[in-house]
């Protein structure tokens, strides 16, 4: 389990910030990793949906986080958004079960999850942890990874 502890103190290792888009084929409902109950979360009274998504291809980058929240748009539906490592590239390894999310008040829903990233540049995948926040009032979404975190 990450402890928002530990996580906090990775903050002093180098980050890198992730590519949070608008919904696009990486979106799409055959790339929900099934079962849907154990890679699937509601927050905010089921306002905020979290869902893995496994796209295949790269295979070393194939995993994607899928957000749906506030704010809606004039027809009611929900921003959607996609995080990845780097452009349509995903990570190696998302760990949704150990998923951990808390609300601050200054900067909205706070979420955090090991992850795992394939740097071919380097050779190796590297393990590290996927922060993001959301402020649903602004659908601003802030997603950050600390190299080298456990």
Known sequence: MIRWLAA???????AAAQNVEDC????????????????SRTFSNGKV???LLDTIEPAAGALH??????????????????????G???FS???????EAHYD?????????????????DGFVNSTVLNFT?????????AWVNLGGE
């Open 105 to 121: 008040p200054t900067t909205g829903l706070q979420f955090a999850m090991p992850a795992i990233i394939y740097m071919p540049e």
């Open 88 to 90: 349509s590239v995903g």
């Open 93 to 99: 390894g998302l760990l949704f079960d150990q998923l």
């Open 24 to 39: 696009d084929w990486r979106a799409s409902a055959r790339n929900l990793v099934e079962p849907w109950d154990e890679t």
């Open 134 to 142: 959301l402020n649903q009032a602004t659908g601003d979404i802030n």
């Open 49 to 51: 949906r979290l869902a």
């Open 65 to 86: 986080l899928l957000v749906i929240s506030p704010p809606y748009a004039e027809l009611g539906d929900a921003q959607c958004k996609v995080i990845s490592w780097a």
């Open 8 to 14: 906090l103190a990775l903050l002093a290792a180098p």
